[in-house]
């Protein structure tokens, strides 16, 4: 009688355990899964917007907003090179209504430029 | 953009104020927006200058900037050097350095930063003298 007791609770030990270690697995497993796409995330992050874009037309509706903390990645992500103090990189581009080129250091020797980058979309 | 135009309107007489048009941030072919569609703001990746010149102007015109825009070549190098994409503002001082830099957009994109940067800027002398009262 008490030796049946006792295989009974070892068995309902060694059960619980299974479900322990099939818990942890799946705990691990899930974790793997999120971090590794995060990581995918943020390395896309970091490509030009083309390659970004179309990672992002492939992930399903908001998941990517709504599991992880896109805000902070893409900020840290776009962070750039430059600093406040570093010197502008200059450079000379056609203006859009074709009437020839603007240079920044041409425009910005007599007075402070603000530069809005941007596209429509 | 009214935002921008109206610092535009604000500093005009001091600061250069130009728009630098970059990739667009949602074309069609690659990650199109439901909000886009409804704007009926739809266009494919250009694929080449002209077809993004193309674009540009008729974005330029509908956005109704104040100020001057050019357009980033092809290879794109001055987004590049600025990290420019989607939308991203700077001001650069009149030694040609960087006294403001926007965080990306679009969460960074905030034109009241900009103009809490230019309110600091120093005021040239003959612009807030005795002579303009």
């Known amino acids: ?121 | 953009m009214p935002a921008l135009n109206k610092l535009f309107d604000q500093y005009n007489d001091r600061v250069a104020f130009l728009a630098v048009y970059i990739s667009e941030a949602h074309p069609s072919d690659i990650w199109q927006m439901e909000s886009n569609i409804r704007d009926k703001v739809v266009f494919a990746s250009p694929k080449n200058q002209e077809e993004r010149a193309e674009i540009a102007t008729t974005c330029v015109r509908r956005l109704g900037l104040k100020f001057p825009s050019v357009l980033d070549e092809f290879g794109n190098s001055t987004e590049r050097a600025y990290t420019g994409w989607p939308d991203r503002i700077y001001l650069i001082d009149s030694a040609g350095k960087i006294a403001y830099k926007s965080k990306a957009g679009p969460f960074g994109f905030k034109p009241e930063e900009l103009a809490a940067a230019l309110s600091r800027l120093p005021s040239r002398i003959g612009h807030v003298g005795i002579s303009n009262f």
């Open chain 1, 1 to 121: 009688m008490k030796n049946n007791d006792i295989m009974a609770g070892s068995r309902r030990q060694a059960k619980s355990r299974r479900i322990l270690r099939f818990l942890a697995g799946l705990f691990i497993t899930l974790a793997v899964v999120y971090l590794s796409f995060g990581g995918f995330v943020f390395w896309a992050m970091h490509q030009p917007p083309e390659v970004f874009g179309r990672v992002m037309k492939r992930i399903p509706g908001p998941v990517a907003f709504l599991l992880y903390p896109f805000e902070t990645l893409w900020l840290r992500a776009r962070v750039g090179a430059l600093n406040i103090g570093d010197t502008a990189p200059d450079f000379s581009l056609e203006r859009v209504n074709k009437t020839g080129p603007i240079q920044l250091s041409a425009l910005n020797k007599q007075q402070p430029v603000v530069l809005v980058f941007g596209s429509y979309t």
